[in-house]
């Protein structure tokens, strides 16, 4: 074998373990998809919980179904920007709500409502009637965002997400260490946002990944290949040209 196919071989064997190992990867992406999805189907089966009822950290709280009663506090509602729905731009509306038993504020995504820049809409206008009871599921705040935006971005309350740090600051009296997104189930009237829907409970493209970097693997191997061959024949044909012409 020559240096050049030496190279080639060499160069082909590490891609193709490259390719491989992240052909691997997408599968046990994959299958942390599934045993999620589980998850959340396991939770939507149980029935509401009281939110009163919840003990643990978020983490363990996530997609719980959840009953929410008390009071809106639109004063302090906060709209999430450049959130889309079936291609059109909008925002989600997200409202302390106040327990009627007492105890720390939760915060309620509301729901998607239309906005031509994704940013800007009339809270009032999507005001429902004080008391509610809400039926949602439990989300995750985000991870702290960088502490000078986090100070200088709470007196806006249009953020692109529901940052631990920047709730903190919003509400230094206190709040549920989560967020509730509401469900269809949660009573809907003409002035309330588009409830969102439950998650989506797919394998999502972690397979079809998987199957194009094992695809790269074949495609390094087989073409050096037919790389060496190729130059081996050639090889081979000159040294018999060569004789012959001797």
């Known amino acids: 074998m ?3 196919n030496l190279v080639a071989a060499i160069f082909a064997v590490v891609v193709a373990a490259a390719c491989v190992r992240l052909g691997l990867w997408q599968l046990e992406r994959l299958g942390e ?3 999620s999805n589980e998850l959340v189907r396991r939770r939507f089966a149980e029935p509401p919980v009281p939110t009163g009822l919840l003990a643990g950290g978020s983490k363990s709280l996530r997609f ?3 009953r929410v009663d008390g009071s809106w506090d639109f004063d302090r509602e906060i709209v999430l920007s450049a959130k889309t729905r ?3 731009p909008g925002v989600h509306i997200v409202t302390p709500l106040r327990p009627g038993g007492g105890g720390p504020a939760v915060l309620v995504n509301r729901g998607w409502v239309y906005s031509p820049d994704a940013m800007t809409v009339d809270r009032a206008k999507w005001r429902e009637p004080g008391e509610a009871t ?3 599921y439990v989300e995750d705040l985000a991870s702290p965002s960088a502490g000078a935006a986090a100070a200088r971005d ?3 309350r249009t953020w692109r997400l529901l940052y631990a740090d920047r709730v903190a600051n919003a509400f230094p009296e206190g709040v549920a260490p ?3 997104v509401a469900l269809p189930e949660t009573t809907q009237r003409a002035s309330a946002p588009v409830r969102l829907s439950v998650p989506a409970l797919s394998d999502g493209s972690h397979r079809s990944y998987a199957v194009q970097w094992f ?3 074949v495609i390094a191997v087989v073409g050096v290949a037919v790389l060496i061959r190729t130059d081996t024949r050639a090889a081979a044909s000159r040294r018999e040209v060569s004789r012959s012409v001797s």
Do not use: E
Request: hydrophobic fraction near 35%; charged fraction near 30%; glycine fraction near 8%.
């Open 134 to 136: 809400v039926i949602g």
């Open 33 to 35: 998809r599934r045993a």
């Open 215 to 217: 695809s790269f693997a």
């Open 154 to 156: 709470t007196a806006s």
């Open 86 to 88: 079936d291609g059109s």
């Open 178 to 180: 989560y967020y509730v």
């Open 2 to 4: 020559n240096r050049r």
């Open 64 to 66: 719980r179904r959840v």
